[in-house]
């Protein structure tokens, strides 16, 4: 139990360094780019001295330095800012979309995952057969395809040509907003409220962003279950199991499987930054009230705190899923935390 504390503290640590220089270079990049938020906010036509004086106001007539040194003072107090656009903190907008974001991001990666683990062991089964060589055939045609792609391509076919399912928003018209005030997660709000049609409705609108996000990245891990499936059945133990006559489908998922999972739970981790970088572009297609959608908004609007704010947000969020999946790791594998 020491050692995964320790491992823990030290994983911990190095989030740290890494929010810190992210920011550093988001921070600098945004400064450097053309345009800014006062010509957002007055046109391009305002007169200098109203632009000097809106500048003043908003702190941009500091070098950018001190600016630096603001902002992490701020940081340092838990304080995201204000909008320099709307005059609002920042926390709010983020506190609003992010339960729409991580809703859809763990729905593509339950889609992502029941697609790509059964699949790669179902080819490592059936190696050097056609099942093999179609299930290898989808896992690189899926990786190539672009997510905004995939999302106009499952919009054309099951929203527009079969009417089955709906292709924008993340919930009906018909369903009230009330429901959703609790934790501002739709699928934990209207479980709690039991509304159960509400419910369904939640559930059929995140269909196609969600298949969107998990078949683009389930290709990885059709390629990375069956690379590691063909190992581990080659393994003593394997061999050993059907020797004492136990039958193939114990011995593929009651012994090979857990022992193939280990590289599969690390490639997690990694692929989850994918997966929300896949999200931004999704709820762009499908306008998803999310973290995404947001993000592109503020960027055209040239909001420094907020875009700030929001790249903090996902660096945290992408580092504590990372550090979850190095103690579910280190428990299953000690050789990780010597």
């Known amino acids: 139990m020491r050692r995964i504390l320790r ?14 220089v992210l920011l550093t270079m988001v921070f600098v990049v945004l400064r450097v780019m053309p345009g800014d938020p006062v010509s957002a906010m007055l046109g391009g036509h305002a007169p200098q001295a109203v632009i000097d004086k809106k500048k003043a106001e908003l702190g941009l007539d500091k070098p950018i330095l001190a600016q630096y040194v603001d902002y992490l003072g701020q940081l340092a107090r838990g304080d995201l800012g204000d909008s320099m656009i709307l005059k609002e903190k920042v926390s709010k907008p983020i506190s609003d979309k992010l339960p729409a974001t991580i809703e859809l991001t763990l729905c593509g990666l339950v889609v992502c995952l029941g697609l790509g683990v059964p699949l790669g062991v179902r080819a490592a089964r ?3 057969t056609g099942h ?4 290898r055939l989808y896992a690189n045609v899926v990786y190539c395809i672009p997510v905004f792609w995939m999302g106009l391509m499952l919009q054309m076919i099951f929203g527009v040509f079969l009417d089955a399912f709906p292709i924008a928003g993340r919930v009906g018209s018909r369903v009230v907003s009330g429901e959703f005030d609790r934790t501002g997660f739709y699928i934990i709000d209207t479980l709690f409220s039991g509304n159960f049609e509400a419910l369904g409705d939640v559930l059929y609108h995140l269909v196609l962003p969600a ?3 998990g078949i683009t990245l389930s290709g990885v891990f059709v390629r990375l279950t069956r690379a590691n499936m063909l190992d581990v059945l080659k393994s003593d133990y394997v061999l050993a199991s059907r020797a004492r006559g136990v039958p193939e489908r114990a011995v593929v998922y009651g012994h090979a499987l857990k022992n ?3 590289p599969i739970i690390t490639m997690l981790g990694l692929q989850f930054s994918a997966l929300l970088a896949g999200a931004i572009l999704t709820e762009t297609t499908f306008s998803w009230p999310g973290m995404g959608r947001l993000l592109l908004e503020r960027i055209y609007l040239r909001d420094y705190p907020t875009i700030q704010g929001i790249i903090v947000v996902y660096a945290l969020f992408v580092s504590f899923v990372s550090l979850i999946v190095d103690v579910v790791y280190a428990i299953i594998d000690p050789r990780v935390r010597l």
């Open 126 to 128: 059936k190696r050097r």
């Open 7 to 20: 491992y823990v503290g030290g994983r911990l640590l190095l989030t740290v360094p890494m929010v810190f």
């Open 260 to 262: 193939a999972l280990i």
């Open 132 to 135: 093999d060589f179609g299930i």
């Open 211 to 213: 298949f969107t996000l």
